[in-house]
Every structure is written in structure tokens, then in C-alpha cells.
């Protein structure tokens, strides 16, 4: 990829790259990067080249890493679990206490700017008031901060992944108050809405599972659960073993989980897909709905798991990415990454800052 663009950025917790390529896609020269994880840091190397340090953010000097270059952004994703909803949600999770180690880089480079990346849950739940207080804090020593909550289908991507970024620009690059970063940020992210393609959309493109577009396929065996737990929606509740739940084809995916590459791989039909077949999920659903007896044994091989590259497509991944490590590894990588599309969007933002964009200037005296 080519780095050779207008502003300086260091990336932390950078996974896969997935916020990487959405941020060097909008204009931003990409210094060092960092995570703990091996096969991520492999898998970034093999895109990216080896800017990457592997290790934790403790025991490293980005001072040293920049070399002395000045940073205009810095960006990342902390890790999320002991925030999300489908964790332990605790307080304590070491990994809770990472996302202060990133303001400890931001206070230490004094970019013009910072991105911040997480769930949802820790931008809205009393649970993590005073985590949001205590980064709010921190952000506004020497920045304006914005707290935004984005769903990645309202910008191409094509899967329900609701994420909150906190945005802060330096005093000296945005004049105005936080309040007014905030209507500015959003106005500027609704200018960039765009509609994504459906699920059977990108399967069609890729082709049948085990075909030459579309190989790397889920081992996991899909079979009746023996107690369903129903909801409404047939795409809800669990018809089947394990928490991989089916995808509506003519609609988006739910969010793909880190935990992909068994039997918590989301569920497609096939023959729906492909031959245009009544939808055996929603078939299924309303035979139980009305009182049926749930089936045995083993599903239709009809029904199958997303494959490695259908989920490089609905994170909007470029086609030709290469993934490092195992597949359950490709699997862990895709499910942790910040869809590079989403990024984009709100890199776009950022670097219509730092460039003197009007849109984003506001002509008042610092508070």
C-alpha cells in the first residue's frame, strides 16, 4: 500500500490493519504501528510492510519509534472485551485498563489530533461513566473531543457493527468548543452515507463456497438445536447449534464476532443464494413457530458457515488482502478488525481538519 501521503500517523492496537487501510486511504502516512497479537502482526507485515512492532504497548518508547518525526494523528482501537456486552463486561479486565495506555501515547506525542475506537456499550452505559469521564478528562487538557456512535452499514459496510469513536483535535488546530466539533463531525460523517451491498450480493460475486473465488471454507458442521430458542425474526434466537446465527440474504450482516472460525460462524443458505430456493431459515422458522417439532441431526448441506473470504467482503477488506496463521487465527483477525470502510469515513473527517478544511474550522477564541 502506499504510505506516501500528506500526514504522519502512528497506529496502536492495529490488529489485522483494518483501521490502517481506511486511514491511509484518507490521506495519512502510517509511522509505526503496534499489537501484542503474532498472527496479526504477521498478517499486518504481509500488507503493509514491516512497520509494525510486536509487542505489548507497555514496553515500548514511541519517541523512539517516530525517530523524532512529528505525528499529526493517533489512532487505534484498545481492546474492547472487558467493555463489550458479549464479554465479562468488567471493570478490572486488564484489557479495560489499555485504553488509558493510549492516552498515555497521545499525551506523550502530542498529536494534532487522536481517534479513539471501541464498542458501542462504552460510550452509553452507566457502567463506564466514569471510564468516559476519565478519558474525557484527559482528552480535553489539550484537545476539543467529540464522542460519535457509528453503525458501519451507514457507510458501505455491509454488516450492523455499531462502534463509538472519541475524536479529538488539538486547541490549536480547531478553535471552537466541543459542542461545536461534535455538529461539525456529524454533519461532515452524513455527507459520506453510502448504502452497502447485500449479503447474497457479495456471496454471488465470490461464488458456491469451495469454488477457486471463494476456498477457504468453515469446517464447522451445522446441526439441529435440540431446544430452539425462538424470536420473531427467524435470523434471531438459535434454531441451530452454537451462536453462529443466519444471515438474511437480501439484507446485512450482524456483527461478525471475533470468536468466528467454529460453530459461532454466522449460518447462509445456499441454495437461496444461488438458485433463487425458498429460504429453508425462514421455512424452518415458521414450521417451529406453529408449534412443530424441532428436527435432528444435521442441517442441509445447503446451510453453511460464511467462508474466510465472504467475511473479508463484508468487513470491506480489499479482495487481495493476505491473512496470516491459522484459519480459526484469519478467522479471530477479521471478527477484532475495524472495518476499513468505517475508518475511512471518519478518517476523511480528520484530515479534512488538519487540512484547513472551512467545513471544519470555526473562527472563535479558544475556551
Keep these: ?155 458501505g459496510v455491509p454488516q450492523i457493527r455499531e462502534r463509538m469513536f472519541l475524536i479529538g483535535l488539538h486547541k490549536e488546530v480547531f478553535a471552537g468548543s466541543d459542542t461545536e466539533l461534535q455538529n461539525m463531525i456529524e454533519a461532515a460523517l452524513l455527507a459520506q452515507v453510502r448504502k452497502p451491498r447485500t449479503v447474497a450480493d457479495i456471496i454471488r460475486d465470490l461464488g458456491r463456497a469451495g469454488t477457486s473465488g471463494n476456498s477457504r471454507t468453515c469446517a464447522a458442521k451445522i446441526t439441529f438445536a435440540r431446544a430452539p430458542i425462538m424470536r420473531k425474526s427467524p435470523y434471531a434466537g438459535m434454531m441451530f447449534n452454537g451462536a453462529g446465527r443466519p444471515l438474511p440474504p437480501s439484507k446485512w450482516a450482524t456483527t461478525l464476532p471475533a470468536s468466528m472460525g467454529g460453530n459461532k460462524t454466522p449460518i447462509v443458505d445456499e441454495a437461496e443464494i444461488f438458485d433463487g430456493e425458498e429460504s429453508y431459515i425462514e421455512t424452518y422458522h415458521r414450521h417451529l413457530m406453529a408449534g412443530g417439532e ?12 460464511l467462508t474466510i473470504d465472504e467475511c473479508i467482503a463484508v468487513q470491506t477488506f480489499p479482495a487481495n488482502y493476505r491473512l496470516a496463521g491459522s484459519r480459526s487465527a484469519q478467522y479471530r483477525q477479521l471478527g477484532n478488525a475495524v472495518p476499513p470502510l468505517l475508518a475511512e469515513a471518519v478518517a476523511r473527517v480528520v484530515a479534512g481538519a488538519l487540512s484547513g478544511d472551512a467545513a471544519l474550522q470555526v473562527p472563535v477564541a479558544a475556551e
Excluded at 20 to 43: H, K, W
Excluded at 294 to 305: D, H, N, Q, T, Y
Design 1 to 155: 500500500m502506499d504510505r506516501r501521503n500528506a500526514f504522519s500517523a502512528v497506529s496502536l492496537f492495529s490488529g489485522a490493519g483494518g483501521m490502517d487501510i481506511g486511514f491511509a486511504n484518507a490521506g495519512f502516512n502510517i509511522l509505526f504501528a503496534n499489537d501484542i497479537d503474532p498472527d496479526a502482526c504477521a498478517t499486518y507485515r504481509l500488507n503493509h510492510g514491516d512497520s509494525i512492532a510486536q509487542a505489548s504497548l507497555l514496553s515500548i518508547n514511541p519517541l523512539e519509534l517516530v525517530a523524532g518525526r512529528a505525528v499529526d494523528l493517533v489512532f487505534g482501537g484498545p481492546p474492547c472485551q472487558g467493555f463489550s456486552v458479549a464479554g465479562k463486561m468488567d471493570p478490572d479486565d486488564e484489557r479495560s485498563q489499555l485504553i488509558h495506555s493510549f492516552f498515555d501515547v497521545v499525551d506523550l506525542l502530542q498529536p494534532k489530533a487522536f481517534v479513539c475506537e471501541n464498542v458501542k456499550a462504552l460510550a452509553v452505559l452507566t457502567k463506564w461513566q466514569s471510564v468516559r469521564n476519565a478519558l474525557f478528562a484527559r482528552g480535553r487538557k489539550a484537545y476539543r473531543i467529540a464522542l460519535i456512535i457509528l453503525n458501519a452499514s451507514d457507510y
Design 294 to 305: 424441532p428436527r435432528v441431526g444435521e442441517a442441509p448441506k445447503r446451510l453453511r458457515r
